[in-house]
């Protein structure tokens, strides 16, 4: 199991471009998170797919971001245009949702994404 | 509002010197509470999840605690290696995902 993988491991981008985040969630799990931690508001859910449908996107700051999931291996994490303010490290998790309520099982996380925006 | 505060913000202590960290949260029909520890660098890594006031989990040196209002994760007699940030975080009612406290960072001396 390789566990839940996120592409790229840092990121460093000029405020307007375009920046893209991969995540491939462990096979099988069905529900998959995009969080983003700082060290000022700590871990914040962005938006979460069930069965690779979007469910709730209400963490999502702005129109500038959005996500996608076009299978059950791959979601991407877009923001269009980027801004300084976006510079935050960016985690996938995953999680096979009839164990969610399973004791010995936790949401699984990636290594995560660093972004800076310059 | 669903609110999850841990404390402290940060622990320091010697090796082999036992302590205990806060959660409390104030959610309505709690589904599940979870410990997670978090190195520099990486990914936050399940520790524990608890249901109901009462349960108890152990992990090597460490043992969760659940009541109605609050969580505690006690560690005993840490070692450097238990060095890493730990969060807490809960699955309100008719929620898939879990929402965090900002965690306490500890640190133990050798």
């Known amino acids: 199991d390789a566990g839940v993988i996120q592409s790229p491991r840092h990121e460093v981008t000029e405020m307007g471009q375009e920046v893209t985040l991969r995540c491939k969630p462990i096979s099988g799990h069905n529900s998959l998170f995009w969080y983003r931690q700082t060290m000022m508001r700590g871990l914040e859910l962005l938006i979460y797919?069930?069965?690779?449908?979007?469910?709730?996107d209400s963490g999502m700051p702005e129109d500038r971001f959005s996500a996608k999931m076009p299978n059950a291996s791959f979601s991407t994490l877009k923001i269009q245009p980027s801004e300084p303010r976006d510079s935050a490290v960016y985690f996938c998790a995953s999680i096979l949702s009839q164990t969610a309520i399973n004791p010995n099982y936790g949401y699984t996380f990636g290594s995560g994404t660093r972004l800076t925006v310059v | 509002e669903d609110q999850v505060t841990q404390s402290p913000e940060a622990l320091r202590l010697q090796e082999g010197e036992s302590s205990s960290l806060n959660c409390s949260y104030t959610v309505s029909g709690l589904r599940g509470l979870f410990w997670y520890r978090q190195d520099p660098g990486k990914g936050p890594e399940f520790l524990f999840t608890?249901?109901?006031a009462g349960e108890e989990k152990e992990k090597e040196r460490l043992k969760a605690t659940l009541t109605k209002k609050e969580s505690f994760l006690h560690i005993t007699a840490p070692k450097p290696e238990d060095s890493a940030t730990y969060l807490c975080?809960?699955?309100?009612?008719?929620?898939?995902?879990?929402?965090f406290g900002t965690g306490t960072r500890l640190t133990v001396i050798p």
């Open positions: 608890l249901y109901s």
């Open positions: 975080a809960v699955r309100a009612p008719g929620a898939n995902n879990l929402f």
């Open positions: 797919f069930n069965n690779n449908v979007p469910i709730d």
